[in-house]
Antibody
């Protein structure tokens, strides 16, 4: 079955760039109708969609974060990545990678377990 | 604030029926998907589209939509249904995705 696994530093200094990778197994990252996405959740708060990338390379980002967020795909490794620049303490959260299925389903059907990222000096 | 509005908390007696709602202008044109999240765990998709359940989701979970409101109904709530529930759909521009603020369901 499809599985996602996040990896990356758990601690990032303020003003630096947060970088996370999601390894996909059980499906090709180039499959149709699959959008590779990132969602985050600060402690005790709700879910926030960060953005998604289609296999063609087209991207779609949360307007509130658009200038700081970049999502990219490495088809050779079946991985996709998140970069969030100029981080502050407000970016401290659990970061999830997720598969968003387009078409009739139009939903996040597979999620990684999440990885905690703390922004602190 | 989110473009999709949910009640922060709802409670239901064991075995009774509860409806969790999600309001937003985009829901007049698009369906909401629904996610269950238990403490310390990743969200799990429970309803998508008009009223579809992924494999493994009990049939006590159902979805509906009317006007600008999407609803998740749990018929015969069980203790294990106690969790946070989030809706998701497009934003009012139709170009981006957005989550509702979440509803904490307590089963009494």
């Amino acid at each position: 079955q499809v599985q996602l696994q996040e990896s990356g530093p758990g601690l990032v200094k303020p003003s630096q760039t947060l970088s996370l990778t999601c390894t996909v197994s059980g499906v090709s990252i180039s499959s149709d109708y699959n959008y590779w996405s990132w969602v985050r959740q600060p402690a005790g708060k709700g879910l926030e969609w960060l953005g998604r990338m289609y296999t063609t390379g087209s991207t779609n980002y949360n307007p509130s974060l658009k200038s700081r967020v970049t999502i990219s795909v490495d088809t050779s490794k079946n991985q996709f990545s998140l970069r969030l620049s100029s981080v502050t303490a407000a970016d401290t959260a659990v970061y999830y990678c997720a598969r968003f299925i387009g078409g009739m389903r139009f939903a996040f059907d597979v999620w990684g377990q999440g990885t905690i990222v703390t922004v602190s000096s | 604030s989110s473009e999709l509005t949910q009640d922060p908390a709802v409670s239901v007696a064991l075995g009774q029926t509860v409806r969790i709602t999600c309001q937003g202008d985009s829901l007049r044109s698009y369906y909401a998907s629904w996610y269950q999240q238990k403490p310390g765990q990743a969200p799990v998709l429970v309803i998508y589209g008009k009223n579809n359940r992924p494999s493994g989701i009990p049939d006590r979970f159902s979805g509906s939509s009317s006007g600008n409101t999407g609803s998740l109904t749990i018929t015969g709530a069980q203790a294990e249904d106690e969790a946070d529930y989030y809706c998701n759909s497009r934003d009012s521009s139709g170009n981006h995705l957005v989550f509702g603020g979440g509803t904490k369901l307590t089963v009494l």
